[in-house]
């Protein structure tokens, strides 16, 4: 019975001394997204707030997505993030794709009652799901679980010609926003009245990251070849455009296969630039165009972005 007593005595200094270790943290996450309706051509960026509920200062290693300083947080290891999409599970997510750079890892300080605002790429069109689509996530770390947030992503409004595969080539549609097309970069407009869209880079810029847009995913038949066109105007600039060939690989899309077409412009005027394009492997079920600048400071203009299929110039040819 004595030694009883001492048990009972003895067991709740024991809970007391393991909560009271050093290093176990106590940090509440608190998930949100911007708004309850995105479209497909809008990137979706979710912000993480850490508050330390702790009496103690704590410390918390946060791996983050290159450049460090856009405060954008890795998820997929140690930062992991629970996505149902139209109520099925999305196994693995993470948003770091490779060619991008590796991530890294910060150590941060928090005090008593500090909250620390970080934000999380949701780049849900590296997964095939199917628009419009319902999201559920929840972020989790350690023994630690956030609230959580739903949203849903609608396909573009926007719509492709008849002998075009992208969507708004001649940047003509749109309202508040411009379909067809992802931007990103503050010095990247649409300029709706001309109907062009407008790379503007100092030379930090141009020396460095250079500028870009990119096109929606548009599913195509491969093997196959393609005809690129391109009008656009340039102060100096180089162009490149990027014509990704894209697959399912391990339940995620991945670049299978790249064409590079360089346009160097002679003229501050406008011009025409024609490339053929070619994808050889079966497995290249989409096609997504990175429409990039640099080298030099000053404007670029685009006027008309066009790819299409032989096949489909054919058939055209055949109906006139």
């Keep these: 019975m004595k030694s009883l007593n ?13 909560f009271s270790l050093p290093g176990r943290a106590e940090i509440k996450l608190l998930l949100e997204a911007a708004k309850k309706v995105y479209w497909e051509e809008e990137y979706v960026f979710l912000s993480l707030k850490l ?6 200062t704590e410390t918390v290693t946060l791996p983050y ?10 998820v997929g290891q140690d930062f992991t993030l629970r996505v ?10 993470t948003n770091h794709m490779p060619p991008e750079p ?14 620390l605002l970080w934000y999380i790429p949701f780049p849900y069109d590296y ?17 630690n679980k956030s609230n959580e947030v739903s949203f849903q992503v609608l396909p573009s409004p926007g719509f ?12 003509s ?22 109907k062009v869209v407008h790379f503007l880079l100092d030379v930090p810029t141009a020396t460095g990251e250079g500028l870009w847009m990119y096109s929606l995913f548009r599913p195509i038949d491969c093997p196959g070849s393609f005809t690129l066109e391109i009008e656009a105007k340039s102060e100096g600039p180089e162009i490149i455009v990027f014509v990704e060939g894209w697959g399912v690989v391990s339940d995620r899309r991945r670049r299978i296969e790249r064409n590079e077409c360089f346009a160097h412009p002679q003229t501050n005027d406008w011009q025409n630039y024609h490339f053929q394009v070619v994808f050889t492997k079966a497995e290249v079920t989409w096609v997504r165009l990175r429409v990039f600048a640099y080298g030099k400071a000053g404007s670029v203009w685009f006027k008309k972005i066009v790819l299409n299929s032989k096949r489909n110039q054919a058939l055209s040819k055949e109906v006139e």
Excluded: M
């Excluded at 997505?65 to 890795?74: A, G, M, S, T, V």
């Excluded at 149902?84 to 997510?93: E, H, S, W």
């Design 6 to 18: 001492n048990l009972s005595i003895f067991f709740p200094i024991l809970i007391f001394f393991i």
């Design 84 to 93: 149902t999409a139209n109520d099925q599970p999305l196994l693995a997510f």
């Design 160 to 171: 492709a010609g008849q002998a075009n595969l992208l969507v708004n080539g001649d940047f």
């Design 127 to 143: 997964y095939p799901v199917n628009l419009p689509c319902s999201f559920r996530l929840r972020v989790i770390w350690r023994e």
């Design 51 to 56: 508050e330390n509920t702790a009496s103690e």
């Design 65 to 74: 997505l290159q450049p460090r300083e856009r405060k954008c947080l890795f």
């Design 173 to 194: 549609q749109g309202e508040t926003f411009l379909c067809g097309w992802k931007i990103d970069r503050p010095a990247v407009f649409w300029e709706k009245n001309q």
């Design 102 to 115: 590796r991530p890294g890892q910060l150590k941060v300080t928090l005090a008593p009652g500090e909250i």
